[in-house]
Structures are given as C-alpha cells and as structure tokens.
Nanobody
Framework: QVQLVESGGGLVQAGASLRPPCAAS????????MGWFRQAPGKEREIVAR????????YYADYVKGRFTISRDNAKNTVYLQMNKLKPEDTAVYYC???????????????????WGQGTQVTVSS
C-alpha cells in the first residue's frame, strides 16, 4: 500500500511561488495516478491538478490553469506541484492523493482516489 507525505507549504505573499513535493513510500507509485486537491476553510475539497502514471497526461482546474504545474519523478516516487503567481484565494490545505490506474486519462473525481496524504497548509497573504 502506498503512503503519501506532503511538505513544502507555508505562508507567502501574493505573487510568490511554492513547489510542495508529495513523497510516496510503501511500494512503487509509478502505476498510480496522482492528484493534488485542496480544501479552504468552510469549503468543500476540490481538485487542483492530476497526472497520469506515466506523466503523459495532465489535468488542471480552471482556477489554476496557467499558474500551476503538476509533474512527477517516478524514479524518486515523488510528485510536485509548482504553484506560481499565488493568490489569496489559493489559501487552503493541499492534499496529495493517488489511486492505482494505468489509464492515459485517469479520473479527476476525488472519490476515485483511495490513498491520501495528511495535507500541507498554504496561506497566501494579500
């Protein structure tokens, strides 16, 4: 079973960048689709981005498209979320998640993801 640990969150000013990694352990994550989700206070958890097992396909929610980039290094069992031009509305707990999938176009529905990290807080001040 894969375990996920996020890190690299923090408090930054609007316009800054962060690149939190999500490290997988327990077994190889290379056959897993990986996603980043976020949950702001008082709001439901929502998808941010996801990447297929090979890295061949990516998906971005409209509210981060052009600012965030998801990538993975299967040799290091790590997925990254490069977040540029951060806005105060990006403030949330960011979660890394995974599910076993060799599909080129895996799901964006959070309920398909059955392995979750503990989350990392990202706070963007104006």
């Amino acid at each position: 079973q894969v375990q996920l640990v996020e890190s690299g969150g923090g408090l930054v000013q609007a316009g800054a960048s962060l690149r939190p990694p999500c490290a997988a352990s327990g077994c190889t994550s290379s056959s897993y689709a990986m996603g980043w989700f976020r949950q702001a206070p008082g709001k439901e958890r929502e998808i941010v981005a996801r990447i297929s097992w090979s890295g061949g396909s990516t998906y971005y929610a409209d509210y981060v498209k052009g600012r965030f980039t998801i990538s993975r290094d299967n040799a290091k069992n790590t997925v990254y979320l490069q977040m540029n031009k951060l806005k105060p509305e990006d403030t949330a707990v960011y979660y890394c998640a995974a599910y076993y999938s060799r599909s080129y176009w895996p799901a964006t529905d959070q309920y398909k993801y059955d392995v979750w990290g503990q989350g990392t807080q990202v706070t963007v001040s104006s």
